[in-house]
């Protein structure tokens, strides 16, 4: 079922994709465990369930913050500045490891 995406974001700082295509396999490997390769260069990693859904929300249409709130409504139980704080590192690595890109940034 698809998130419902806010129509603005406060102050959102990082607009990602994920290369689509089949450029990036997201494999489960273990009860929420999950293996993700990026096929155009074999680059890899595992991450949990909250990983595997920014990068599900990462379709170059949400924000970081817009990403923030729904990972914050699906994994309920997280404090929100943890969340922001997960979700940020987490961009951050997925783009220094090539699997997602940055397509605008207000930063």
Not at 10 to 18: H, P, R, S, W
């Amino acid at each position: 079922m698809e998130e419902a995406v806010p129509e603005s974001s406060a102050g959102g700082e990082l607009a990602v994709t994920v290369p689509k295509c089949g450029m990036v396999a997201i494999e489960e490997v273990g009860e929420g465990l999950h293996n993700v390769v990026a096929e155009h260069d074999g680059a890899s990693f595992t991450t949990n369930d909250v990983g595997r859904c920014i990068l599900e929300l990462c379709d170059g249409n949400r924000t970081e913050e817009q990403i923030v709130g729904i990972v914050g409504r699906r994994f309920g139980s997280i404090r929100a500045d943890l969340v922001r704080l997960d979700v940020d590192r987490f961009l951050r690595a997925v783009v220094d490891l090539g699997v997602a890109i940055v397509i605008s940034s207000q930063m």
